[in-house]
């Protein structure tokens, strides 16, 4: 009956794409298309008006299956995609930024410029107010073209400058380039969003013909406005341009407290943390504790040798003083149940002594402190390095002894 056949195409129909599934997940890419071809071949037989979107579905299978097959051609994947185009128009420009995707990683530039060329002049009714947030991709995407292409003429014309000669036809296709690239990129990074590489070609536009405050306004808007998403690298971006023009410290460190708050174990904390520890306020000072200490929680940061080397300078300084030792307390309470199998085990104490002397110095130092003379940690790198006759390490152990009583109080 017409009903069983509709249940029994559903079923084969259902069937079908879990076995594309498991094959697209075990990389068997010539399986995943054979079931492809009879999943549409399915839906050629397939009468019923009541099934919908089986055509972004064979557009995201069949591009990731034509992508990775190991006989598939450039020319069998254009056909595809343009074929995927036609199928609905509500995708025609998300298969559009698709296919210069592709075009971009096989190196196919200008073939990916003229496809986001033709995508940008499409129309089609109100869907062209509907896919509004996808015409500004297109734009953006040919707006990054653009500064590619104008960082190759800056390039030609820069070598030209050496060698002594002067080409105006190279310039002029440089500056037409720069007002394309422009205008597309000051469009996108005005909404709302995630816009990393376009705020920074835009930046990189804007500097190279002196609008520095543009490009700051540029840089502030990206990362304090409220609307946008928290993003680490907004704060990377404008601290790394402070820094570059020479801004003041108070910047470069408002800056870096946010990302802190972000990302407290961004390499950029040891910038931080000398900034902080250079203060001459008492705060700052803290904070540069504060900073390194939270950065050391992490396990990429266990091997830092200048993280540890901070952090070993600001306590013996703090040590010496018998100033401030409630700082070290207050951020030891909260690590001292977890840090000593983290950071100062037998076992490390021998793998870093092994592999990283100056690493194994500087810890020893703070365990030394934190822990007391005592510490295991302590106690086998201090023997190996005096073993060893090495000077520092004998130093080291001298200053842990003498300043025992520190510990104590820090320990409560």
Known sequence: SSHEHKVNLKKSKEVCLSFIQDAMLQKQWKRAAEFLTFYIESLERDFSTAYTGPSEMIW???TEVLCHHSHSSMKQFNSFIEQMKTLGVKRYLK??????????????IDEAYQ????????????????????????????GLLDYYSWAKQKNILLEHSQDGF?????????????????????????IPGVWDQFVKCYV?????????????????????????????NAHVYLYQFLKKHGKSKKSLISALKILHDIVPSHELMIDFNTMLQKSKRRKKRQLGLEVIFAALDYAGWKENVKAWSCLARQMKQIVISEKHLDWIKQEWNSRK??????????????????????????????????LGKDCKYFKYVSH????????????LK???NKHNPAYLRISG
């Open 204 to 232: 990189e536009l804007l500097e190279f013909y002196g609008d520095h405050n543009e490009a700051c306004q540029v840089l502030n808007e990206y990362a304090y406005n409220s609307k946008f998403p928290a993003n680490p």
């Open 115 to 142: 496809n986001l060329s033709l995508a940008e002049s499409w129309r089609f009714g109100e869907q062209t107010a509907i896919q509004d947030k996808e015409m500004k991709l297109i734009q953006a995407y040919r």
């Open 166 to 190: 002067e080409d105006l036809s190279v310039e002029q296709e440089m500056h037409s380039c720069f007002r394309k690239a422009a205008v597309n990129l000051r469009e996108i990074i005005k």
């Open 337 to 370: 149940d977890w840090w000593p199998a983290f950071h100062f085990s037998c076992y490390l104490a021998k793998r870093n002594w092994q592999e990283n002397e100056s690493l194994s110095h500087e810890k020893a130092l703070v365990a030394g402190i934190l």
């Open 60 to 62: 995201r299978i069949g």
């Open 398 to 400: 001298k200053f842990v």
């Open 384 to 395: 190996q390095g005096c073993k060893a006759q090495v000077k520092r390490f004998r130093i």
């Open 95 to 108: 298969v559009c930024l698709e296919h210069a995707f592709h075009l971009l990683c096989n190196g196919l």
